[in-house]
């Protein structure tokens, strides 16, 4: 701030605020400590000094380029801070959550149980353990195998127990680096691109397709029966690949996944298949890859209790790599996902593995099978998803108007990738009472 003095004024600034008068102006300005004596001509300059502001300190490390590529954030975590913000503004609304798909029913007691009796064991001397196998416990690993994989060729030692499916995609990443080319559904479970992205896989996002760089997305639509044509396909490296699909609910059928299996073969590229839903599947359509012949030379399978025995909190899973399964230069991969397994993991908790021997046993898969029951009120049979279409619509405006209008948080079709635009997923998972309560709001809303 600069405050001229004309000649011939005489004037004192003596104290923080000082009045100048002079040709008919009157002025106050803000000096501090300043004494002026006697007359003076010319020009005062009194200048105000900004509050300094603290500066962060910051390292000389630099960002993972590769995080700055991400859009957004994460689907999940903006569908709950969208549901937060929604509360806030309907405290007493009864919002009815159907959108990330967390399961909601108990865990059956013979599960529970097992779960605590090893947590008990562990306040004793005889039962404590520490350290486990990094892939997991022996006898769990026979029994995921004998029940999940008997007669088609998967052993016990190629069973790798972790704490759920998606961890284990990010650690498939690491195994796979940085240099490889991948597919996707479209749309798919969105940890697959992510991750793909973060490891440094993918080009940059291109806006006007919705799109990734050096992703192949293999569009799934009502058109083409969720199921992509292989024939427009680029060869890649690593196909990943879920049936059912979430968020479709689509089961792939046993002819659709052969031609998937020799796709792969004939272009040297590695199935990754999420098999996650497949217990929901109840017709004759196959629930592992390692149903197709010679799925094992091209395949793996990663698989989770966290649906199939309510243990989304609990956490536990497994994936499965056939010891045919070899890179181009003959080496096994089970060997590096070994390597990799051992590095970055120290093994699943061993109260979750006593929980998921239980969830194998014959009591265990009796009761799971009475939650499945549960969910058996949708249209869609071999999912407990919806996957409904509203033609010319943005999914997160319908996404918007369902929550503001029904007051029901769904998923929108568009964070599953750019095929999902115009779709909402609507989960199953929920209590009977609330997902009924759900449709009436639906029919009302779209009467």
């Known amino acids: 701030m600069s405050v001229i003095i004309h000649q011939n004024l005489s004037t004192s600034i003596s104290s923080s605020t000082s009045t100048f008068l002079g040709h008919n102006n009157l002025k106050s300005i803000k000096c501090s400590n300043v004494s002026i004596p006697?007359?003076?001509?010319g020009v005062i300059k009194c200048v105000a000094t900004p509050s300094a502001e603290k500066t962060a300190y910051k390292t000389k490390v630099s960002r993972n380029e590769n995080m700055g590529k991400l859009q957004a954030g994460y689907l999940f975590p903006e569908i709950a801070r969208r549901r937060a913000a929604h509360m806030l503004k309907y405290p007493d609304a009864q919002v009815i959550s159907l959108g990330i798909g967390d399961t909601t029913e108990p865990i059956p007691e013979v599960i529970t149980s097992a779960m605590a009796k090893r947590s008990y064991a562990l306040s004793t001397v005889e039962g404590y353990t520490g350290y486990g196998a990094e892939q997991g416990e022996k006898q769990l690993r026979a029994a995921i195998a004998k029940t999940y994989y008997e007669?088609?060729?998967?052993?016990?030692?190629?069973?790798?127990?972790?704490?759920?499916?998606?961890?284990?995609?990010?650690?498939?990443?690491?195994?796979?680096?940085?240099?490889?080319?991948?597919?996707?559904?479209?749309?798919?479970?969105?940890?697959?691109?992510?991750?793909?992205?973060?490891l440094g896989q993918t080009g940059q996002f291109q806006k006007d397709v919705e799109k990734?760089?050096?992703?192949?997305?293999?569009?799934?639509?009502?058109?083409?029966?969720?199921?992509?044509?292989?024939?427009?396909?680029?060869?890649?490296?690593?196909?990943?690949?879920?049936?059912p699909n979430n968020p479709t609910g689509y089961a792939a059928s046993r002819e659709q996944l052969t031609r998937l299996v020799e796709f792969a073969k004939e272009n040297g590229s590695i199935i990754v298949f999420d098999s996650a839903y497949a217990l929901y599947i109840s017709d004759d359509n196959p629930r592992s890859i390692f149903e197709i012949?010679?799925?094992?030379?091209?395949?793996?399978?990663?698989?989770?209790?966290s649906k199939y025995?309510?243990?989304?909190?609990?956490?536990?899973?497994?994936?499965?790599?056939?010891?045919?399964?070899?890179?181009?230069?003959?080496?096994?991969?089970?060997?590096?996902f070994n390597r990799i397994v051992c590095t970055c993991f120290n093994g699943a908790s061993n109260i979750a593995q006593a929980g998921g021997l239980a969830c194998v046993s014959p009591e265990g898969i009796k009761s799971r099978h009475s939650i499945r029951?549960?969910?058996r009120y949708t249209e869609e049979?071999?999912?407990?998803y919806v996957w409904i279409y509203f033609p010319g619509q943005s999914s997160w405006d319908v996404?918007?108007?369902?929550?503001?209008?029904?007051?029901?948080?769904?998923?929108?079709?568009?964070?599953?990738?750019?095929?999902?635009?115009?779709?909402?997923?609507?989960?199953?998972?929920?209590?009977?009472?609330?997902?009924?309560?759900?449709c009436r709001r639906f029919k009302q809303l779209y009467k």
């Open 38 to 41: 006697g007359r003076i001509s």
């Open 151 to 198: 007669n088609l060729g998967i052993e016990e030692d190629d069973i790798f127990v972790s704490d759920g499916a998606k961890s284990d995609i990010s650690r498939l990443q690491v195994l796979f680096g940085s240099k490889v080319t991948m597919a996707v559904q479209d749309p798919s479970y969105p940890a697959y691109v992510d991750s793909s992205v973060i």
């Open 212 to 243: 990734y760089g050096n992703i192949e997305y293999m569009k799934c639509t009502p058109e083409n029966g969720f199921f992509p044509d292989l024939s427009a396909i680029r060869r890649t490296d690593i196909i990943f690949f879920c049936s």
């Open 293 to 305: 012949p010679g799925a094992k030379e091209v395949s793996m399978e990663v698989s989770s209790f």
């Open 309 to 336: 025995a309510g243990f989304t909190g609990v956490r536990l899973g497994w994936t499965a790599i056939p010891k045919e399964l070899l890179y181009s230069d003959g080496f096994p991969v089970a060997k590096d």
């Open 373 to 375: 029951l549960v969910l």
């Open 381 to 384: 049979k071999n999912a407990p």
């Open 399 to 438: 996404f918007s108007e369902i929550l503001e209008k029904t007051h029901v948080v769904t998923t929108p079709g568009s964070g599953f990738g750019p095929g999902g635009e115009g779709f909402i997923r609507v989960s199953a998972f929920g209590h009977r009472e609330n997902v009924l309560e759900a």
